[in-house]
């Protein structure tokens, strides 16, 4: 158990469905991410939030919409996805300020996407 | 821009010691973390370093050399449970400027 919490664990949708991802921080990090892995490819980051800000955005279709409604909890909300969205997405926690910013994953979401 | 190099695969033996090696090259560095990510789960924070040199945690211990862009952990006495994703991440300026590279995936065999 890292303190990072994800539901669902699974997901299979179609391109045309619309289905949220939840993610939740136990540890008082400031600090939130979303990042996707595909097989043989490396973590590519998705979003970053910080104090409910989004301040990092690599290029992501608008089909991914990242929620953040307060430090402990973000979301990944998903319509019209493609088959090559199908990943495992992991969502991170770090602290900002001084330190190492090293960040503490949850188990991730495996979708599908048929 | 930014590049990340490891290894994709390794072998070793348990109980030997084992080097990952990681180059990397960036236009903004501020330092190196280690994340080890066992099979189906979640990566999981081993190490980082901002100074040259080597650090030592146990039978972990990890190395930079920032003038190189060379860095590397390394692991002694291996143990089974050691067979893991071994992934070579950069830090290239604040919390939110974070580069993972592909990692290297270890095999300890008995």
């Known amino acids: 158990e890292t303190g990072v919490t994800q539901t669902p664990r699974h997901l299979v949708m179609g391109m045309t469905n619309k289905k949220s991802l939840k993610c939740e921080q136990h540890l008082g990090h400031n600090a939130m991410y979303w990042y996707k892995q595909s097989a043989k490819k490396p973590l590519e980051l998705m979003f970053v939030y910080s104090l409910e800000e989004r301040v990092e955005n690599n290029s992501v279709p608008s089909r991914f919409s990242p929620e953040c409604p307060n430090s402990s909890h973000l979301f990944l909300h998903l319509h019209t996805l493609q088959p090559e969205d199908s990943a495992l997405y992991l969502c991170a926690s770090s602290q900002t300020g001084q330190g190492s910013y090293e960040q503490y994953f949850g188990p991730g979401t495996r979708l599908t996407v048929t | ?110």
């Not at chain 2, 190490?47 to 146990?58: A, R, W």
Request: hydrophobic share 30%; proline share 4%; aromatic share 12%.
């Open chain 2, 1 to 110: 821009g930014q590049n990340i190099d490891q290894p994709t695969e390794m072998t070793a033996t348990e109980g030997a010691i084992v080097q990952i090696n990681c180059t990397y090259q960036t236009s903004g560095f501020n330092g190196l973390f280690w994340y080890q990510q066992h099979a189906g789960e979640a990566p999981t924070f081993l190490s980082y370093n901002v100074l040259d040199g080597l650090e030592e945690k146990g039978r972990f211990s990890s190395f930079l050399s920032r003038s190189k862009g060379y860095s590397y952990p390394l692991l002694k006495e291996l143990q089974m449970k050691d067979s893991a994703s071994y992934l070579c991440t950069m830090n290239s300026g604040g919390y939110q400027k974070v580069t993972f590279g592909i990692g290297t995936k270890l095999q300890v065999i008995p």
